[in-house]
């Protein structure tokens, strides 16, 4: 390997960590206002996206589906709950788990929340194809880091 090529594999443009760390937080800074009138934000959002499409859970397995360890998503579950919008009880079967569960008002915030794909594909100006084409690719780069 020459020194120049050395030199290009360590420009910052050029680093994959930077491009996904900089998306990340683009893609946040994005769904931020389309989120507001809703009162969530992103991490609360994707609490909601996990819960209508299976409540109730246990915490462990909301967590687990968000990539979270329950400690981080405790938090964002109690502010949830705060709101009206879940309810976290202990489980009849076991009482070491916790389940969240949607209330009605958790439920009705889905309705109010169908328009929020189609700002964030306005906002980015990206098509329902090529907004897949990115999530698969991305999707398939985290599946291989975790089969180690």
Known sequence: ???ATTDDLLKLENQLCFA???AARNVVSIYRPI???LGLT???YLVMLA???RSPRSLTDLANDLALDPATASPLVKRLEADGRVVRQRSGEDERRLDIALTEDGRA??????HVPGKVMAAVQMNLEEIGALRDGISQFVGRTTER
């Open 42 to 44: 992103h991490p609360q």
């Open 109 to 114: 915030l889905r309705a109010q929340a169908t």
């Open 51 to 53: 819960l209508w499409e």
């Open 1 to 3: 390997m020459t020194n």
């Open 20 to 22: 996904l760390v900089t």
């Open 35 to 37: 989120l507001e009138p």
